[in-house]
């Protein structure tokens, strides 16, 4: 729904691909799954339809009865291109057009996970990104008042049954009761 902008059914996309991975089970076949990168350059063509999934299924079956041979002839610098592709257009979203919907923080966040990711690689980055992250949250969620509402008694009367004796001496002491309702 991100990637694509578009609202999605998504137990209609789970049964989807569950019924494949049955249908692939049976022939000894991949698993199947969702993926943002897949996704995201089967939508670039800007059609909206389900061509690039038929063309996939198609290459699949010739690939069943060809063989390995069929794709010794398809050259390495086509695959190449396509993770490059896939790659930096990844990248230039999550620098480019983040830039305008991020608040500053998160942004300075992501260019250190990227950062990080460049010099120490990708499991140092998470890790920075995942403490980076936190202590945002951590600042953020101090700014947050939490005392929600003060009232005395005389404004807001208990929710206990009681005798009528505990209820008048509540009610002549009222004001002297400070209620503090926290978030």
């Known amino acids: 729904e991100i990637s694509s902008g578009r609202s999605t059914d998504l137990n209609r996309d789970f049964r989807q691909v569950g019924c494949a991975n049955v249908i692939a089970a049976v022939g000894s076949g991949f698993v199947g799954y969702h993926s943002v990168s897949m996704s995201r350059l089967a939508s670039s063509d800007g059609t909206g339809s389900s061509v690039a999934s038929l063309t996939a299924a198609a290459l699949i079956a010739v690939m069943l009865f060809a063989g390995p041979t069929a794709l010794a002839l398809l050259p390495v610098g086509l695959f190449a291109m396509i993770l490059a592709y896939l790659g930096l257009e990844?990248?230039?979203?999550?620098?480019?057009?983040?830039?305008?919907?991020?608040?500053?923080?998160?942004?300075?966040?992501?260019?250190?996970?990227?950062?990080?990711?460049?010099?120490?690689g990708f499991v140092v980055a998470v890790a920075v990104g995942l403490v980076a992250a936190s202590v945002l949250f951590t600042m953020a969620y101090s700014r947050v008042d939490a005392i929600r509402s003060i009232v005395t008694g005389h404004l807001r009367l208990s929710s206990t049954e009681r005798a009528p004796a505990a209820i008048a001496a509540l009610s002549a002491r009222g004001a002297e009761t400070v209620i503090v309702e926290l978030q």
């Not at 990248?91 to 991020?102: D, K, Q």
């Not at 998160?106 to 260019?111: A, F, I, P, Q, T």
């Open 90 to 120: 990844m990248v230039r979203r999550w620098l480019v057009e983040a830039y305008a919907e991020l608040p500053r923080g998160d942004y300075l966040v992501l260019l250190g996970i990227l950062a990080v990711s460049l010099v120490f």
